[in-house]
């Protein structure tokens, strides 16, 4: 990439970086387009983005190795570190024929868990020896955050070894108290089930994944949590009803018995997250959290996945957060408006109901 080109591309990301950003998105023929506070706004100030200039800054941001993997398979997302500064997730497609990039700014300082505004009970998880944790949301909600958080946590606070599969690398961490192994799919390992299927003859006490993409990694991941590991799992799923629901769906109906109770025996928890508008600015995270209670265990082994709503709205006490109370009480606190919360409640009819309470 040419001088004057780096030039560009470091101001509009120097630029961006400082700001309320999460993404920025390079298509020929538009002005850069970011996403700032959930929303899509156009950078009306900066140049129309030629094919040219996205070409030059594919060059400069692909290894050959990603270039050759871009041009074979028509797409790669790939973990970047701009000039030595800036830490990103780039993913590079085709549209129409043309390339296009859409990237997204990780931030320099990984906020502790307590700064996320996640529950108290999801904080205590990183405590816990072994079992299944399953950290959903959809893309943007801040998964991959709240899973380096929690590893981070491990890792300033125990002497573990920590392993990671990820695709790609998002936060690149340091060990502090313990070791860190973070392992990249297409760098580090050829696939996911060949990057999985090392990890139950490896010295690891705490394990990280940054998908459950296949079977192979579903089962892996349980056998690893029910063998004694802790696991750390991101999906994409709205609610923990869903998230069980989906996860069970991988599999072929004659198997979904045998798989609700490994998930059963495995899990320690199911927290889904989402980003909703703050009133005056920003976003605020709302989060359910479905701890694995003797009675949640029961309902997901029996696949009575629709009481698990109950369970979530009437089992307080034991750590359970409802996704609608949730929004309720960020509504009554005045945090979030009534019609914001509404817009993206579970059930708006439990939402009414709990803000009329």
Same mark, same amino acid.
């Given at each position: 990439?040419?001088?004057?080109?780096?030039?560009?591309?470091?101001?509009?990301?120097?630029?961006?970086?400082?700001?309320?950003?999460?993404?920025?998105?390079?298509?020929? #023929?538009?002005?850069?387009?970011?996403?700032?506070?959930?929303?899509?706004?156009?950078?009306?100030?900066?140049?129309?983005? *030629?094919?040219?200039?996205?070409?030059?800054?594919?060059? =400069?941001?692909?290894? &050959?190795?990603?270039?050759?993997?871009?041009?074979?398979?028509?797409?790669?997302?790939?973990?970047?570190?701009?000039?030595?500064?800036?830490?990103?997730?780039?993913?590079?497609?085709?549209?129409?024929?043309?390339?296009?990039?859409?990237?997204?700014?990780?931030?320099? =300082?990984?906020?502790?868990? !307590?700064?996320?505004?996640? &529950?108290?009970?999801?904080? @205590?998880?990183?405590?816990?020896?072994?079992?299944?944790?399953?950290?959903?949301?959809?893309?943007? %909600?801040?998964? *991959? *955050? =709240?899973?380096?958080?929690?590893?981070?946590?491990?890792?300033?606070?125990?002497?573990?070894?920590?392993?990671?599969?990820?695709?790609?690398?998002?936060?690149?961490?340091?060990?502090?108290?313990?070791?860190?192994?973070? @392992?990249?799919?297409?760098?580090?390992?050829? %696939?996911?089930?060949?990057?999985?299927?090392?990890?139950?003859?490896?010295?690891?006490?705490?394990?990280?994944?940054?998908?459950?993409? %296949?079977?192979?990694?579903?089962?892996?991941?349980?056998?690893?949590?029910?063998?004694? !590991?802790?696991?750390?799992?991101?999906?994409?799923?709205?609610?923990?009803?869903?998230?069980?629901?989906?996860?069970?769906?991988?599999?072929?109906?004659?198997?979904?018995?045998?798989? @609700?109770?490994?998930?059963?025996?495995?899990?320690?928890?199911?927290?889904?997250? !989402?980003?909703?508008?703050?009133?005056?600015? #920003?976003?605020?995270?709302?989060?359910?959290?479905?701890?694995?209670? &003797?009675?949640?265990?029961? *309902?997901?082994?029996? #696949? !009575?996945?629709?009481?698990?709503?109950?369970?979530?709205?009437? %089992?307080?006490?034991?750590?359970?957060?409802?996704?609608?109370?949730?929004?309720?009480?960020?509504?009554?606190?005045?945090?979030?408006?009534?019609?914001?919360?509404?817009?993206?409640?579970?059930?708006?009819?439990?939402?009414?109901?709990?803000?009329? @309470?």
């Amino acid at each position: 990439m040419s001088t004057t080109e780096t030039a560009i591309l470091q101001k509009i990301l120097t630029n961006l970086a400082g700001q309320q950003v999460s993404d920025l998105h390079l298509r020929a #023929g538009s002005q850069p387009v970011v996403r700032r506070d959930g929303e899509l706004e156009v950078l009306v100030q900066e140049d129309i983005i *030629t094919p040219d200039f996205l070409e030059a800054v594919l060059g =400069t941001l692909l290894t &050959p190795q990603q270039r050759a993997t871009f041009e074979s398979e028509r797409q790669v997302t790939i973990g970047h570190t701009f000039l030595n500064r800036l830490r990103l997730r780039i993913s590079a497609f085709y549209q129409r024929g043309l390339p296009e990039l859409a990237i997204r700014f990780i931030p320099s =300082t990984l906020k502790a868990l !307590k700064e996320l505004g996640l &529950p108290a009970t999801f904080e @205590r998880l990183v405590e816990a020896g072994r079992g299944l944790v399953i950290i959903a949301g959809s893309y943007g %909600s801040g998964r *991959t *955050t =709240t899973l380096a958080a929690c590893l981070q946590a491990i890792n300033r606070s125990k002497v573990k070894h920590i392993t990671t599969i990820e695709e790609p690398i998002e936060y690149v961490l340091t060990g502090e108290q313990s070791i860190i192994d973070q @392992r990249e799919v297409g760098v580090d390992a050829v %696939s996911w089930e060949e990057a999985v299927s090392t990890l139950p003859n490896e010295d690891v006490d705490v394990v990280g994944l940054s998908r459950l993409p %296949s079977r192979a990694v579903i089962d892996e991941a349980l056998a690893l949590a029910v063998g004694g !590991k802790l696991v750390f799992a991101v999906r994409e799923a709205d609610s923990c009803v869903a998230a069980v629901e989906q996860l069970v769906a991988e599999f072929p109906a004659e198997q979904q018995a045998t798989v @609700r109770s490994r998930l059963a025996e495995a899990l320690l928890a199911i927290s889904v997250q !989402k980003l909703v508008p703050r009133v005056g600015g #920003g976003r605020v995270l709302v989060c359910e959290l479905l701890v694995a209670t &003797p009675a949640a265990r029961a *309902t997901i082994h029996d #696949g !009575k996945d629709y009481q698990l709503t109950n369970l979530l709205l009437t %089992s307080r006490e034991e750590g359970m957060v409802a996704f609608d109370r949730s929004l309720a009480e960020l509504v009554k606190t005045g945090e979030v408006m009534q019609e914001v919360a509404l817009a993206h409640a579970l059930d708006p009819e439990v939402f009414q109901s709990i803000l009329r @309470r």
